[in-house]
C-alpha cells in the first residue's frame, strides 16, 4: 500500500530467556493508513502490545526485532538511529499505555508531564502546551479541567489518571497514536466520552491510531480493521463488520463466545443474621477533610456472599475500600466486622483484624515487587500471620499454589515479571488467602486482562468463596463481571449509595436513573452501538465544539 504511514513486513520478535531467545512474534504484516485505527486483539500472550510497541521502533527489555521491517512514514525504524527515533517519539508517534498509575511520575505534577512533550520538541511554549492541556482535558471530560493539571497522579481517580495520559499522548498532535488497552481503567459511561472523543481525534487530525484490547465490544466501536493474533502468529484479518458477522477461524470464533460463565445468585441473608461487614453511615475526607468524597455510605456484606460495587469513576468505590481496611479513617460513621466496631485505622487494629480483611488489587504489574521471588511474596503474610519459618513456610506458600493452580515447582522461584498477567494476578490472589481472611476486597481485578483469562480469575474466585467459605466485595466498572459473580449490588454516584440489593432485583426494571444510565453504556457488539448511543443521548458532536477550541 503506497500510502500507508505504517507499514510492517514480515515481523519476528524474540523474547530472551536465560541464554536462549525464544519467538514472541512469527512473521506479522502490518499496514496503516492515516486516519484510520487497526484493531489488534487476542488473548494475554498473543503478541498485541509487542507489536504495537515495534511498530515505534521499540522493544521492551530483553526482546529484540529477530527479523523483518518496520517503516514509519518513509522511516525504516529497526535501522534507524537513537537520534531519530528520539525525534519522532512524543512528537509523530505517542503511546496511551495500560497503567497510567505506572506511568506517570509520581513525583511530578500531571501539567508538568504534559508540557514536556511539546516543549522538548519545539512543538509549543510551555504556556500555549498548557492552555492546550486544559482543551484537551475539557474535551476529555475531565473534571475542573482548569485545575486538574496542577494535581499529582495519586491526587486523581484512576480513570482521570488514564484520561490525562490520553491528552498527554495527544499535545504534539501525533500522526501516530498506540493505544494499549487505554480505556480498560474507565468505567463505562466515561468509557464512552473518552471513545468518542479518541473517534474524534483520528478522524478530524488524520491521525493513525493502532487500538491494543481484549474487550471485543470497545474495538467494534474504534477499528475499522480488526487483525486477530495467537501466541505471535496472525489468524484472520478483516474490515470490522467482516470480522463482526463473519469471523473465518475457529480461534476468532471462541473469543467472540466468551464471558459465558454466570453463577447462581444466593438468596437474600435473613433479617437476623449478623453481617460480616458492616459499612455504617460512613462519611470521608481527604486532605485534612478539605476534600469530601463519601456521604453516609450504609451496606452490608454478608459470609459466604459477593457484594459488587459499581459506580463511574470518582463514585467514591475505591475510598469505601480505604476506609473499610483503615487506610483511610472515617470523619464520620464506623466499619463493623461481626457486629463489632473495628478502629478507625489500620494502625490501632490487631493482627488479628488486619488478617480478616484482605485486598486484591487491579493492576497486579504494580502490586507485586518485580525483584522478589514467588515465595516470598506469598511467603511473607504467611510468616507475618501464621508465624510459620523455613520448610514449614514454604509448604503452606506451595499449597496456596496449588489451590490458586498454579504447579509450585514451577513457580516457586520465579519473579513476577516472568510471568502473564492473569498469573501474576493468582498470585494476588494467594498473597490475600496467605492470610487465611474471612473477607477479601477484589478491586477490579480482571480489568487488566483478557476476556479467556478473566473469566478464568471469576471461575477461581467462586471455587475458592465456596471451598472457604468467604464474603468479597467487588469494586468493578464492568457490569459483565457483576452479572457473573455478584449476589447483591450497591450503586454509588458522587459518594453516595443510589440504588443497593440482590442483583436481580437492581438489574430488572423499573431502574434508578442512574442505574439505567450505567445499563445502557455497556458497548455492544456492533459497530453502529457507539454512533447510535451518542445520538441518542445528544452527543454525536461531542468533541467538535472542543477540536474547535483547539484549533483556533
Not at 506511568?103 to 504556556?127: I, W
Not at 469530601?292 to 459470609?303: A, E
Not at 450503586?491 to 439505567?516: I, N, Q, R
Request: net charge negative; proline share 5%; hydrophobic share 40%.
Amino acid at each position: 500500500m503506497s500510502n500507508s504511514l505504517v507499514k510492517v513486513r514480515n515481523l519476528h520478535i524474540e523474547g530472551r530467556a536465560d541464554e536462549t531467545w525464544l519467538p514472541i512474534v512469527n512473521g506479522v504484516d502490518l499496514d496503516l493508513e492515516r486516519g484510520k485505527v487497526l484493531g489488534l486483539i487476542g488473548e494475554s500472550g498473543a503478541g498485541k502490545s509487542t507489536i504495537g510497541l515495534a511498530a515505534m521502533g521499540f522493544t521492551r527489555d530483553g526482546c529484540r526485532i529477530s527479523g523483518g521491517t518496520v517503516e514509519f512514514d518513509g522511516i525504516d525504524l529497526t535501522k534507524a538511529s537513537t537520534a531519530v527515533k528520539r525525534s519522532l517519539l512524543g512528537k509523530r508517534i505517542a503511546y496511551v499505555a495500560q497503567s497510567a498509575a505506572a506511568s506517570f511520575n509520581p513525583a511530578h505534577k500531571l501539567m508538568d508531564q504534559h508540557t514536556e512533550a511539546p516543549v522538548y520538541h519545539g512543538v509549543s511554549s510551555r504556556k500555549d502546551s498548557e492552555a492546550d492541556g486544559i482543551e484537551l482535558y475539557r474535551k476529555l471530560r475531565l473534571p475542573n479541567p482548569e485545575q486538574i493539571g496542577f494535581r499529582y497522579p495519586h491526587q486523581v481517580s484512576g480513570g482521570q489518571l488514564q484520561r490525562a495520559m490520553t491528552a498527554m499522548a495527544m499535545s504534539c498532535r501525533p500522526d501516530l497514536i498506540i493505544f494499549d488497552e487505554p480505556t480498560t481503567a474507565l468505567d463505562v459511561t466515561t468509557q464512552i466520552e473518552v471513545l468518542a472523543s479518541i473517534r474524534d481525534i483520528v478522524e478530524q487530525f488524520g491521525t493513525a491510531a493502532i487500538y491494543i484490547t481484549h474487550d471485543l465490544a470497545v474495538v467494534a466501536q474504534m477499528a475499522d480493521d480488526i487483525k486477530v493474533l495467537l501466541k505471535g502468529d496472525e489468524v484472520e484479518q478483516a474490515d470490522t463488520r467482516t470480522m463482526l458477522s463473519n469471523p473465518q477461524q475457529e480461534y476468532t470464533k471462541s473469543l467472540w463466545a466468551v464471558r459465558s460463565f454466570q453463577r447462581p445468585q444466593k438468596p437474600t441473608a435473613p433479617t437476623s443474621e449478623t453481617p460480616l461487614v458492616t459499612v455504617r453511615d460512613v462519611t470521608a475526607a481527604y486532605g485534612n477533610d478539605l476534600v469530601p468524597v463519601l456521604f453516609g455510605v450504609d451496606f452490608n456484606i454478608h459470609k459466604g456472599r459477593t457484594v459488587a460495587v459499581v459506580g463511574e469513576s470518582g463514585s467514591g468505590k475505591s475510598t469505601v475500600a480505604r476506609c473499610i481496611t483503615g487506610l483511610l479513617p472515617p470523619k464520620k460513621g464506623a466499619i463493623e466486622f461481626n457486629g463489632v466496631a473495628l478502629p478507625a485505622s489500620y494502625k490501632k487494629r490487631s493482627k488479628n483484624q488486619l488478617r480478616q480483611v484482605q485486598m486484591i488489587y487491579q493492576m497486579a504489574d504494580t502490586a507485586l515487587n518485580p525483584r522478589v521471588r514467588i515465595k516470598d511474596i506469598i511467603g511473607r503474610p504467611v510468616e507475618f500471620y501464621s508465624g510459620l519459618t523455613g520448610s514449614a513456610r514454604d509448604e503452606r506458600v506451595a499449597a496456596l499454589l496449588e489451590q490458586i493452580e498454579l504447579e509450585p515447582s514451577l513457580y516457586m522461584e520465579r519473579r513476577p515479571t516472568e510471568l502473564s498477567g492473569g498469573q501474576k494476578q493468582r498470585i494476588g490472589i494467594a498473597r490475600a488467602l496467605a492470610a487465611e481472611p474471612e473477607f477479601i476486597i477484589c478491586d477490579e481485578v480482571t480489568s487488566a486482562l483478557d476476556q479467556l483469562v478473566a473469566e478464568g480469575i471469576l471461575r477461581l474466585l467462586a471455587k475458592l468463596q465456596d471451598e472457604l467459605d468467604l464474603a468479597y466485595m467487588f469494586i468493578t466498572h464492568d457490569l459483565a463481571t457483576v452479572r457473573a459473580i455478584a449476589d447483591e449490588v450497591v450503586v454509588m454516584k458522587e459518594g453516595k449509595v443510589v440504588e443497593a440489593g440482590p442483583k436481580d432485583v437492581v438489574f430488572s426494571p423499573p431502574h434508578h436513573p442512574y442505574t439505567d444510565l450505567l445499563l445502557s453504556s455497556v458497548p455492544e457488539m456492533d459497530p453502529d452501538w457507539l454512533t447510535r448511543l451518542l445520538e441518542e443521548r445528544g452527543l454525536e458532536n461531542l468533541g467538535d465544539a472542543a477540536i474547535a477550541r483547539i484549533n483556533s
